[in-house]
């Protein structure tokens, strides 16, 4: 855990940065640091590793303050990335991964060994080890990056911007793919970004900074777009909060999925079997779900002409977003709901997940009272 206690820092020319910061980032989650820019962001994550010093307070890693510990341990405890990936363009990929083990003592056939496990970790392939960085995409290189700031296996990780410098399909792609190696190293890791958007997905709690350094609101995603502490808050979160909330509440047991008429592509007019309204569902041989047809739209057989593609499909353990999209893009009401492997599993009421977002509504202002 990493423990911001009343931390400020004012540079010599007089500007506040960071005022009076306290923070926890626990063991083992992702606490993002969001807000515009300017709002003491970097200042804040550069003094975890003393990049920079505090002027007052203190920073405390797993209890030992960080004032005390001598800077080279530090960086070996603390992995470092940045936006662009801040690579060593005369270096190969595998020198660059390889650089800090090497420069704390690590012999060179074991730093390269580690090197390429690292890589392998962060999804490159092998051939492009002998590369140098300017030979990569952005992507790429901010995968080695990666890779080079886990090369001493540190219990913590700061990431500044560490996505913001390559494209949005990208961006969501490293966005993922980070949320799944994260699953698999469980770091503790504080992350900067100036993109609500991209904290709401990494974050397991985000700290909204605003001007001046001053902390707005510490809270779960959910929490922030259900209950914004201010107007800052709720202005820098955006729009459809609401709407976007419901992407981090699951439904629960309490809503019915029901069964459905179905019948695989390419079955004769004859053997269908709809529904009481006229539909059903068109499946391919694996029984997913291809999208509704309605029995005036089929001809002498289920073809896919008949088919209306506009349904969006939600699996079972989707949040309530995925099962409201999925009924309200339906053409009768009733959202498709399918097994991990994306099997059809059966249907849910429009009414049904309203039902749900309210018990679920319900259940936060519970808990909210109570705290
Ligand atoms: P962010 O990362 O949120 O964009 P920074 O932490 O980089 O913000 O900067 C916070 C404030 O401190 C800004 O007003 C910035 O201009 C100022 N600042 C940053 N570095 C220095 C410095 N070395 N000297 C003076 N002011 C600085
Ligand atoms: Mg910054």
Not at 16 to 24: F, G, K
Not at 71 to 83: A, D, F, N, T
Not at 345 to 353: H, I, P, R, Y
């Amino acid at each position: 855990m990493i423990v911001f206690d009343q931390v400020s820092k004012t540079y010599p020319d007089g500007t506040v940065a960071v005022d009076s910061l306290s923070l926890e980032a626990p063991q083992g989650e992702i606490t993002v640091l969001v807000g515009p820019s300017g709002c003491g962001k970097t200042t804040s994550m550069r003094m975890i590793n003393r990049l920079i010093d505090p002027t007052s307070g203190s920073i405390t890693m797993d209890g030992e303050d960080t004032s005390g510990i001598d800077k080279v341990e530090l960086r070996r405890r603390i992995g470092y990335v940045i936006q662009n990936a801040g690579l060593f363009p005369h270096r190969t990929v595998v020198d660059n991964v390889g650089a800090l083990p090497r420069l704390l003592g690590t012999k060179k056939s074991p730093a390269r060994e580690r090197a390429m496990e690292l890589l392998e970790l962060v999804g490159l392939d092998e051939s492009l080890a002998q590369r140098y960085p300017w030979q990569l995409s952005g992507g790429q290189q901010q995968r080695v990056g990666v890779a080079r700031a886990l090369a001493t296996d540190p219990p913590f990780l700061l990431m500044d911007e560490p996505f913001s410098a390559v494209d949005p399909i990208v961006r969501a792609q490293l966005q993922q793919e980070f949320l799944r190696l994260q699953e698999r190293i469980g770091k503790t890791i504080v992350l900067v970004t100036h993109d609500i958007d991209e904290a709401l997905i990494l974050g397991d709690q985000i700290a909204v900074l605003r001007q001046g350094g001053h902390l707005a609101q510490v809270a779960s995603p959910e929490v922030l777009l259900r209950d914004p502490a201010d107007a800052f808050v709720a202005n820098f979160v955006g729009r459809s909060r609401g709407y976007r909330s419901l992407g981090f509440t699951g439904a629960d047991e309490h809503t019915p999925i029901l069964q459905t008429a179905s019948a695989v592509l390419g079955e004769a007019a004859e053997a269908l079997r709809f529904r009481p309204d006229g539909w059903l569902v068109a499946v391919d041989a694996q029984r997913r779900p291809i999208g509704w047809a309605h029995r005036d739209q089929v001809g002498a057989a289920l073809q896919d002409s008949a088919i209306n593609h506009a349904g969006s499909t939600a699996s079972l353990g989707a949040p309530l977003r995925d099962f409201l999209d999925a009924a309200l893009s339906s053409p009768n009401g009733d959202g498709i709901v399918t097994d991990a492997e994306g099997a059809l599993l059966g249907v849910v009421s429009t009414d049904d997940v309203v039902a749900a977002i309210r018990r679920a509504k319900g259940a936060a202002a519970a808990t909210r009272a109570a705290s």
